[in-house]
């Protein structure tokens, strides 16, 4: 499809649970690439996939913050033991490899952690 | 590292313009502006490569002046529907990821 398929839209989690968020790039867009948007509005950077591959974990929060894009599945996003930080707006957006890297966003998961 | 937007916030009359300015104290590869409506994904405006160029869409259009590694917004005759924030994001090089700036939030009063 020609969308960004983020899903669920809203998640609400007791702090300490697990949250796990899922993201279907475009079919034929090799880069995914997910980013937090806190209340501020501004975009933290977490983490971007050349296909299944890590490509920059830079902003990963790795004690308690994992992702994988695994061939035919949806990349997932995946909060251990979250915390009321976490509360967000989680966007995944992905790329084509000949499109100088311009994003298509998803809709976005809205994490709420109570 | 995070580009610098200017103004944070705008507020305009229908029909009047709108500059939106974003800055790096590094070289860029590209500059991408994005627009967002409250509750709402970003949606793509354009992207400006190095090398300096001007792009042009409807009545918004961007320049890019790699010496000065900056980049500018520019909103013609505005609409109701360009309100919204307006993000600028830059990046180092091909494959690397996008840095946002903090946005500039635009409101177009009728």
């Known amino acids: 499809g020609e969308e960004v398929a983020q899903t669920p839209k809203h998640l609400v989690r007791g702090e300490g649970q697990k949250a796990k968020l899922y993201c279907a790039p475009i079919k034929g867009h090799s880069y995914v690439f997910w980013y937090q948007q806190v209340l501020k509005n501004e975009f933290k950077f977490l983490i971007s996939?050349?296909?299944?591959?890590?490509?920059?974990e830079t902003g990963m929060p790795k004690e308690r913050f994992s992702a994988k894009c695994l061939p035919n599945s949806p990349c997932s996003l995946e909060i251990q033991a979250t915390k009321l930080e976490d509360s967000a707006v989680y966007f995944c957006a992905s790329s084509h490899p000949d499109s100088a890297g311009g994003y298509t966003f998803g809709s976005g998961t809205r994490l709420t952690v109570v | 590292q995070q580009p610098v937007q200017s103004p944070q916030a705008v507020i305009l009359r229908e029909g009047e313009d709108a500059v939106i300015n974003c800055s790096s104290s590094?070289?860029?590869?590209?500059v991408h502006w994005y627009r967002q409506k409250h509750g709402e994904a970003p949606v793509f405006l354009m992207i400006l490569l190095k090398g300096g160029e001007q792009k042009g869409h409807d009545k918004i259009s961007a320049s890019f002046n790699e010496k000065k590694q900056q980049s500018s917004l520019y909103l013609t005759a505005s609409q109701l529907s360009y309100s919204g924030t307006y993000f600028c994001g830059t990046r180092m090089n091909r494959d690397d990821k996008i840095i946002f700036g903090k946005g500039t939030r635009l409101h177009i009063l009728p």
């Open positions: 590094k070289a860029l590869y590209s």
């Open positions: 996939f050349q296909n299944e591959n890590v490509f920059d």
